[in-house]
């Protein structure tokens, strides 16, 4: 394994110690004092009102809430202690299109304050938007959809930017140095390139069709595999977990599915509606499986994408907590002390673990989507799977 | 459920962007890159081809030297032979004329030898005779010189003769 192919690992490292760092911060700080009633009418008020009466109780340390706020999306960037980063937000009402920045749905402590748009009230509750009236309550006759440019959303188009940098750039090399061997990048990421082509497309569609899909599915496993390692590091401007998000794995597999249903020909619909060769009263049970089958591949194809990556999420964040949960939220400094290393050694375990875990689920997503094509594109004779 | 209730936004924003890095990467990137991926492979190939091509015909150009090698070796066996034998009549015939002339010139040599012997012995008997009459003649005279010698003598041949004769 070459140096290069160990740097990454040693910046994950890294991000995992800075990212405890930060966390340490977030964890410890818990100013009961901070949060304030703001006068923007009942449905605001209640929702700071339970901010304020679970902050003026000494905060307890939520793993949970930590966790779930962690995977999920937002729509500012959080860095560290006060301090995020506000993305635009980009609203579709029936109004007209609103366009402003995060930063103004909240104060300086992160509190959600109501911020008047050109259309209506808008306000932030659980990193959901909504229109609201001028007494605070949510203004169910206003349209609203939320197009905001979230953390998930920055960092799928940044990873997708990266995408194209990375190999329209390496194309541009290919056109350079025409045929002889690669140079820089390229020669880390050709026997990848080479491994999707080979060993997922060539050997699961077959000879005769893999060419049709391989621009896709190379796409598709870069994509996700960058997205993976992207959410594996923990300090600013990654860590988004864009994989682990419904969204990701459900475009994926509906794509998956749509191109399956698309080219299936008509060796595939005849194995679903009436598979050759067996008796009719069979079939009056066989085909409803298989037509679900259809449905349910792709079902499953989007939850194991998104369930692995989540949990590795989870797991993560749990070993990290175990820190601010044996220190009983700073009480107990030497409760703290005695579990960091344990917690950040597993920590570190565990993210060595998703490093793997990321390629392999990419490699999975791209292998099953090619062998749902190959089945699909299968011709009679040289169908192996009958 | 929250978790897995897709906001539209994000669901937009992954369509369009997805969308749009699959289309272009799949123009941009991909097609050049398999190209001459598959190019390479090609001229790879091609090349691994030429070489075995070109090392069958070295196999079979060394095999033809080989032959050629061996036919020569085979001429040139064939000639040292031939010079061998030349040689050795040469030396034989050579052999055989030298003895001739050698008996010719022994046979010469002992008729020439036989010759001289022949005259010096002859040569040798005239002057022995010569010689014998000269003395002779010396010692007659000087025997003979009185009376009383030649009476001597007469009385000794004739004592010889009278031996002889008996």
Same mark, same amino acid.
């Given at each position: 394994m070459s140096l290069k192919a160990l740097l990454p690992n040693t910046l994950l490292l890294l991000g995992t110690l800075l990212s405890g760092a930060a966390l340490a911060q977030e964890g410890s700080h818990a100013d009961p004092d901070t949060l304030v009633v703001q006068p923007h009418g009942a449905a605001a008020g209640h929702e700071v009102a339970e901010h304020t009466s679970s902050a003026h109780t000494p905060e307890k340390f939520n793993a949970g809430k930590l966790i779930m706020e962690h995977i999920g999306d937002a729509h500012s960037w959080h860095l560290w202690g006060h301090t995020s980063l506000p993305l635009p937000v980009i609203l579709w009402t029936d109004k007209g299109v609103e366009f402003f920045s995060s930063g103004k749905l909240m104060d300086e402590h992160h509190r959600p304050v109501a911020y008047q748009g050109a259309h209506y009230t808008y306000l932030l509750e659980h990193e959901k938007i909504h229109a609201v009236h001028v007494d605070g309550t949510?203004? =169910?006759a206003a349209q609203v959809t939320d197009l905001s440019l979230t953390k998930n959303a920055v960092t799928l188009i940044a990873a997708c930017a990266l995408l194209l940098v990375v190999f329209v750039g390496m194309a541009r090399g290919y056109a350079q140095r025409s045929i002889s061997a690669p140079k820089g990048l390229a020669k880390f990421l050709e026997p990848i390139i080479l491994f999707v082509r080979d060993d997922i497309a060539k050997s699961a569609i077959? =000879?005769?069709?893999?060419q049709r899909f391989l621009p896709y599915l190379l796409t598709l496993f870069f994509f996700i595999w960058s997205l993976n390692l992207i959410g594996l590091i923990p300090i600013f401007p990654f860590g988004a977990n864009v994989t682990g998000n419904i969204v990701t794995p459900l475009v994926l597999a509906t794509i998956t599915f749509l191109i399956v249903t698309f080219v299936a020909n008509k060796h595939y619909w005849r194995h679903i509606f009436a598979m050759p060769g067996i008796p009719v009263p069979v079939l009056v049970i066989l085909t409803p499986i298989e037509i679900m089958g259809h449905f349910i591949r792709p079902i499953v194809l989007m939850v194991r994408l998104f369930a692995n990556i989540m949990a590795g999420h989870i797991v993560l964040l749990v070993f990290f907590c175990l820190i601010f949960i044996f220190s009983k939220n700073g009480e107990s400094l030497i409760g703290g002390y005695a579990t960091s290393p344990f917690a950040l050694a597993f920590t570190i375990f565990i993210n060595c673990l998703e490093l793997l875990v990321g390629a392999l689920q990419a490699y999975v997503f791209t292998l099953l989507t090619s062998i749902y094509i190959g089945t699909a594109v299968a011709g009679g004779h040289d169908d192996h799977h009958h | 459920m929250e978790l897995v209730t897709p906001p539209i936004g994000l669901l937009f924003w992954m369509c369009l962007s997805f969308g749009i890095v699959v289309w272009l990467l799949a123009k941009y990137a991909w097609k050049p890159i398999l190209g001459s991926v598959s190019q390479r492979e090609r001229s790879i190939e091609e090349a691994l081809n030429e070489a075995k091509k070109m090392r069958e015909d070295m196999a079979r150009m060394s095999a033809g030297n080989e032959e050629l090698m061996r036919h020569a070796r085979e001429e040139r066996e064939v000639m040292l032979k031939e010079a061998r034998d030349i040689r050795d009549q040469e030396i034989a015939g050579a052999k055989t004329k030298a003895k001739a002339e050698a008996e010719a010139l022994l046979g010469r040599a002992r008729e020439d030898i036989r010759n001289e012997k022949n005259a010096a012995i002859t040569e040798m008997k005239n002057q022995v005779a010569e010689l014998s009459v000269t003395v002779a003649e010396i010692i007659l005279r000087e025997k003979l010189g009185s009376e009383a010698a030649q009476h001597a003598l007469v009385d000794k041949v004739m004592k010889d003769a009278d031996l002889r004769k008996s």
């Open positions: 949510v203004n =169910e077959g =000879e005769k069709h893999y | -």
